[in-house]
């Protein structure tokens, strides 16, 4: 019996049981492409972990180079002892082991060279330079850590020939910022690897810098870090899998450095290439430059339930082939048999769509999922938890022994939570929120556990760094201001600087949770109250409030300025602000301003005018007497020019004559009496003697003059 024979005595069968066949080849097809696209997803997290790994860690070692430049910016001065020990502190060599070295490069121009040898020889006698041929200016290394370096001496003090170095600085000096060099290969290192550094200007303090002129002009040296692409991948981790390529490309794309600069590879892992593999790429960004950083495999690569493809078969065939008896039975209740094959295929499909999505839920998850049998023996952990204890146990599986916590052994009745803290085998310190809940079989019976473990390090770390913040911040107030408080939204204080309460003889009580005006009257009016309160209410900004508070039998009086501040949905949270003390420069301010009135109130009372004259010519003072005799208000005539209420003419013929202000602020210290006629401002003429004499202050330099006139 030949297939033709079986295919007429058996039409429904045979062709049920080929659309059967069919259709388990189709689900088999797209699952395959299922686990492709899974494939493509993972590495398209991984490449963006391992660029935000590099990022991130690049940071870290950036900020050590900030934190020095800092120190320049605070003492331009700083010398090599000091340099080395900010980086000792830092404990940067244990804490970043892989970077070449940290450099200090100064600036020297050639006139300045020979100076600046001989100094640096009487710290160290055996310090010279190379001087391949003359330059304008050089770029030597001032400092360097670790001294005993190796690009120390292969690369020399004097890096002006090195093209990439020279260029990172420049452009690090002209634009005032942080800059990444072109990839170049390290001479002096083993093997000569190629690296890159990390250059950051330094400038003279407290000088302009707008323009690339001033910046030039106030530039001092550049700090540098110097770097191994090798190391870099370092970084990445060592969750790295085997059968995945990396690769590192400068783009050529950067920030104005070199706009002509070509994209190349600058890092490749060294494999056999297939021409099917999947990729994926992630941008790295530098300062004043960017990589991307592409990770290749193939879509066997990663782990798939094989299993799961016999199942479908085996399933397939099977139900093709009971379909197909089913049916060559029911040959006249075709449509109904039809019917029920489709219903069991779609739901096989629901399941096994259904089991897939769970299984890459569960496999794809950034927590830690590990399931255990009642003896604890470990059946399950997905691919977060096999990368995390890759180094401690290489094979999970099978494992009785707990990971973070003896509590992991356990079946509880309900769900508990629970913090741990663990070390890696790298060293670092995790620190997890566990979450332990019992398994149930169908017979609701204990058939094990599972822990979901959330790894909190970065919010640990953010809390650490968020008090040493507040420690630098408040360091730093001390030293702006003599105090630093902040008020809720009522306006009530809930924060003062230690140093306020340590100063003066005032309880915390007495201050935390009371308004400004419950402290003290300040001596102000109410209207003044008023007009402060009214602006706090309209949450604006205040400077130099002023009022005087009571501590014990003394006064003590104050200028206060603040600030309102809101949260992130903008939301009014309070004021902060800072505080000094000025009672003695109010008393100061206050004797010399009776002294003033005393003098004011003598020449208010002389019948002779007097007319008080700065050294530009404007009127700052006139007697009533003055003021009579000119026909003019004090108002108008204080802050004109001398010339504008003061005109004298010959009393001949009448004609203008140079004042005497002008005469004696020129020639003579002190000018005799004369006789002129004076022209008010209504153009009468009054026959006067005049007289001027200079005004000096307590150190003997001319402050102004002093013109006295009275009618004959």
């Known amino acids: ?46 490449a963006h972990l391992y660029a935000e790994r590099i990022e991130s860690r690049l940071d870290a070692e950036i900020n ?57 020889q009487f710290d160290d006698p055996a310090f010279n330079l ?26 020399g003090l004097e890096i002006s020939a090195q093209t990439a170095n020279l260029i990172a600085i420049e452009y690090a000096r002209d634009q005032g910022r942080g800059v990444a060099s072109p990839t170049y290969q390290l001479k002096g290192y083993k093997n000569a690897p190629l690296g890159f550094v990390i250059r950051f200007p330094v400038y003279t303090p407290n000088k302009s810098l707008n323009n690339q002129k001033e910046r030039r002009a106030a530039f001092i040296g550049s700090l540098g870090a110097t770097f191994t692409i090798d190391k870099m991948i370092l970084w990445i981790g060592h969750d790295v899998e085997k059968n995945i390529r990396i690769q590192l490309q400068d783009t050529g794309t950067t920030s104005g450095l070199n706009d002509t600069e070509k994209s190349k590879i600058i890092y490749a892992t060294k494999s056999i290439i297939n021409h099917h593999e999947l990729s994926a790429s992630s941008l790295i960004q530098f300062p004043g430059r960017q990589w991307r950083l592409s990770v290749f495999a193939t879509s066997g690569s990663f782990p798939r339930p094989y299993s799961l493809d016999y199942f479908i078969w085996i399933l397939g065939v099977s139900l093709s082939a009971f379909i197909a008896f089913l049916l060559q039975r029911q040959r006249n209740n075709r449509e109904s048999a039809l019917d029920l094959a489709e219903q069991i295929t779609q739901d096989l499909r629901k399941n096994e769509l259904h089991y897939q999505q769970v299984a890459q839920l569960t496999e794809d998850a950034h927590d830690l999922i ?43 009745e309900t769900p508990i939570q629970q913090e741990c803290q663990h070390r890696h085998s790298d060293g670092e310190l995790h620190y997890f929120e566990l979450t332990l809940f019992p398994l149930f079989n169908q017979d609701n019976e204990h058939s094990g556990s599972a822990m979901f473990a959330h790894n909190t390090t970065p919010n640990k770390e ?74 706090l ?27 309102p501040f809101y949260n992130e949905q903008g939301e009014f949270l309070g004021y902060r602000g800072v505080g000094y003390d000025i009672t003695a420069s109010r008393s100061n301010e206050q004797a010399i301003h009776l ?68 005469i004696a602020l020129d020639f003579v210290e ?20 005049e007289s001027v004499i200079h005004l000096k202050n307590s150190k003997g330099t001319l402050t102004g003059l002093a013109l006295i006139f009275r009618p004959v």
């Not at 430049?69 to 970043?96: M, V």
């Not at 190379?130 to 690369?155: G, T, W």
């Not at 700052?620 to 007497?625: D, H, K, L, R, S």
């Open 64 to 120: 050590i180079l900030r934190g020095i430049q800092n120190a320049f910016i605070a003492n331009p001065d700083l010398d090599k002892k000091t340099f080395t020990a900010i980086l000792k502190q830092q404990n940067i060599q244990g804490r970043f082991p892989d970077f070449v070295s940290v450099q200090f490069i100064r600036e020297i121009i050639a006139s300045d060279l020979e100076r600046f040898i001989k100094n640096r």
């Open 670 to 689: 002190k000018n005799p009496a004369s006789r002129t006629v004076l022209l008010n401002t209504h153009q009468q003429s009054l026959l006067i003697q």
């Open 1 to 46: 019996m030949n297939i033709f024979s079986l295919f007429r005595r058996y039409p429904v069968a045979l062709r049920t049981f080929l659309v059967g066949l069919l259709l388990t080849a189709c689900l088999q097809l797209w699952l395959n492409f299922q686990h492709q696209a899974h494939v493509q997803t993972q590495l398209n997290q991984l």
């Open 537 to 563: 209410e309209a949450h604006r900004s205040f400077h130099d409030f002023i009022y005087t508070l009571k501590v014990g039998t003394d006064s003590l009086i104050v200028r206060i300025s603040g600030q």
């Open 595 to 662: 002294e003033q009135q005393r003098i004011a109130s003598i020449l208010n009372s002389m019948a002779d005018g007097v007319i008080t004259i700065a050294l530009n010519g404007d009127v700052e003072f006139i007697n009533p007497a003055a003021v009579r005799l000119l026909n003019c208000r004090t108002a108008a005539s204080i802050g004109k020019h001398i010339d504008h209420i003061y005109r004298v003419v010959s009393s001949e013929d009448h004609s203008p004559l140079t004042s005497l202000f002008s």
């Open 130 to 155: 190379k001087q391949d041929s003359p330059r304008p200016v050089y770029q030597i290394i001032d400092y360097i850590f670790p001294e005993h370096a190796v690009l120390h001496e292969s690369e």
């Open 462 to 535: 953010l809390i650490i760094e968020l008090q040493k913040s507040r420690e630098r911040f408040s360091a730093l107030v001390d030293l702006a201001a003599d105090w630093y408080w902040e008020q809720d939204k009522d306006f009530r204080f809930t924060q003062v600087s230690p140093g306020f309460f340590n100063s003066y003889a005032l309880s915390r009580k007495s201050v935390i949770g009371h308004y400004r005006w419950e402290l003290s009257d300040g001596r102000l009016s109410t209207e003044e109250w008023r007009i402060h309160k009214a602006l």
């Open 370 to 412: 590990i399931s255990r049998d009642l003896n604890g023996k470990i059946t399950y952990a997905n691919r977060a938890a096999r990368i995390y204890f890759a180094d401690n146990t290489p094979i999970l599986l099978g494992k009785n022994k707990p990971l973070l916590l003896s509590a992991e052994l356990a079946i509880n």
